[in-house]
Structure formats: C-alpha cells, structure tokens
C-alpha cells in the first residue's frame, strides 16, 4: 500500500457496508417478529462474529484503516468531553424520567451493567460511525443530514422495539453529530456505554446484568 491509501479510504465510501448493515438489520427484525426475541439474540451474536471477521480482515489489507476508524489516542479527551456534554444532558433527561416514574432505585447489577455495556456500545459505534454515517458521505455533504441519515438507520435495526427505536434514533443523532466533529471511537463508545445502561435500567426497566449473573453462576 502507498502514503496515499488511508486517505484514499476516507475519500471513497464503500456501499456494500451499508447494504449490509441495512440486511443485517432487516434479518434481526424478521428473526424476533417470526421466531423469537432468543432466535434474535443468537442471530445478532453470529452477525457481530462475521463484522468482526471482516473488520479484521478489513484492518489488515487497508493501511491506516484503524485511525480513520477513530481508533485513536490523540484526540481521546477532546472527544470524551464533547461526548459528555451530550452526555449529561442525556443524564438529566433520563433521571427526570426515572423520577417522575419512580424507577431510580437501582439494583448492584447495574453498576456491573456500566462496566461491561461499553464495550458493546464501542461495537455499535463502530457499526453506526463507520459502516454507516462515513460511509453516506458519498451521497451526503450537510453532517445534520448525514447524521439523520445514519441514525435512522442505525434505529430501524432495533424495531419492533419503538421504545428502543426512539432512543436509538435520539441518541445515534447526536453521537454521530458530535463523531463527525471529534472522530474518536473509545470516547463515544464509553459515552454510549454508560447513557444504555442508564436508559435500560431506568427508561425500559429491565436488568440485563441480573440475567448474565444468573447464566454465570446458575447452581
């Protein structure tokens, strides 16, 4: 590869990542409407196998392929604390919520929750950054529209859940706003992590660490 191939990589989108982002998604909905919500879930395990494999194999034959993925250091704090303004306006938003609900009392599993959903929501970044906003460049110029754009994507994947689908589209809005800014994965990864836990705890009330405890240390 020569000097010139990451920005190469940057100037020209590749659509088939979109197309199957979107089929990706399209199969995940067909799976929980005709099967179940457990048929979804290992479909999703093994769809997120094949994107790493290709992210992988994708990493290795393009030249500069992490950093234009924001997989970086340089610009870490700059993106966090961008991140973190949208952040804590989320915050507030969901603990308003969680107090005119009464759903603020948290068990100790959340906190267990916090500590592992970053890393998924490092992988959904990466889906939503990469594999679909970069990539509508091509036909998009305006990052308003391209961030519209990748986030109504991005929540068409998590139907027939509307209340997922909203928070998705919210949320995947102004992440990608904020990426399209200050490109660092890590940072809006982690953001990501924390605002889904909240969300799931005190918006959805549902308790996925209680789940994975019990798989874990089930007697």
Known sequence: MTAEAPQRYIQHPCYPEVVAVACAGLLHIVAEIALSEMAARVYNAVASVGFLVYVIW????????LRAWGMRRDN??????????????????????????????????????V???????????F????????????????PLAIAGAA???????????VDLVLLSLVAGFFFTLIYRRVP???AVG????????????VVLNEDPGATLWSLMFRP
């Open 58 to 65: 994708r990493a290795r034959v393009t030249h500069g392929a």
């Open 76 to 113: 870490f704090w700059s993106g966090l604390f961008a991140q973190l303004g949208f952040g804590a306006v989320a915050t507030i938003a969901i603990v308003g919520y969680g107090l005119a609900i009464n759903s603020l009392t948290l068990p100790w599993t959340f906190w267990m929750t």
């Open 115 to 125: 500590a592992l959903y970053p890393a998924w929501g490092i992988a959904q970044q």
């Open 127 to 142: 889906a939503l950054q990469n594999l679909i906003a970069r990539n509508l460049t091509g036909v998009l110029s305006r």
């Open 151 to 161: 986030a109504a994507i991005f929540a068409f994947a998590h139907y027939p859940r």
């Open 184 to 186: 660092n994965l890590w």
């Open 190 to 201: 982690i953001v990501h992590g924390i605002l889904g836990a909240l969300a799931v705890y």
